[in-house]
């Protein structure tokens, strides 16, 4: 059965997965047309198919590549910039009982779980941030590669172009992550505050 969720799924996986692909595979073919048309016959139909394929795949490995970046230079900059709000989280983890929680957790993940259970009203306003976070995320990090391609093929002008839109990205990402972060913390501390994270709350 169709459930709205399903339609909010797809539109996430556009903008995070295809949208960044299609931009690399746009900028290959950009630049070396004659080396992919060698390699992938774009005739009629097959071309959507091609563009469709190498979007979805180089998606996915853009996808998993910025996850991984994001994870090694901002997991602690966003409890930092935040501490006094991911410190009022902890204490209400540990007045619900960390002694039965797991400490592979983290935090952030912690609350997310959290929000799925009891509220998922406030998990889809974190899901829309989390959609826009991640895209552009993924766009500062596929950017630099097409600048990279264009470059490597004489094309100067559109490596500039994707400089440019890859700092712009790092900017909205960052401020994305930041409006997630807060926002995760405000609706774990309010449901707290008005009961609804107890195990017996209604």
């Known amino acids: 059965m169709y459930k709205p969720a399903d339609l909010f799924l797809g539109i996430v996986d556009f903008f995070s997965v295809l949208v960044p692909g299609a931009i690399l595979s746009y900028a290959v073919y950009a630049v070396y047309p004659s080396f992919v048309e060698r390699i992938v016959p774009l005739d009629g139909n097959g071309a959507w198919f091609a563009l469709l394929f190498f979007s979805f795949f180089s998606g996915h490995?853009?996808?998993?590549?910025?996850?991984?970046?994001?994870k090694l230079w901002s997991s602690n900059t966003w409890l930092q910039k935040n501490e006094e709000l991911w410190n009022a989280v902890f204490r209400i983890r540990e007045d619900l009982g960390r002694a039965t929680d797991s400490y592979a957790i983290s935090i952030y993940q912690w609350c997310r779980s959290v929000l799925i259970v009891v509220s998922p009203e406030a998990m889809a306003d974190i899901n829309a941030v989390i959609a826009s976070a991640d895209f552009f995320r993924n766009l500062y990090v596929v950017f630099p590669f097409a600048a990279l391609v264009s470059f490597l093929g004489s094309q100067s002008t559109l490596g500039m172009v994707f400089i440019v839109m890859a700092a712009l990205s790092l900017l909205l990402s960052e401020m994305s992550r930041h409006t997630l972060h807060k926002r995760i913390c405000y609706h774990v501390i309010v449901l707290h505050m008005l009961g609804r994270l107890r195990p017996d709350a209604d």
């Open 61 to 70: 490995v853009i996808a998993r590549l910025a996850e991984y970046i994001d």
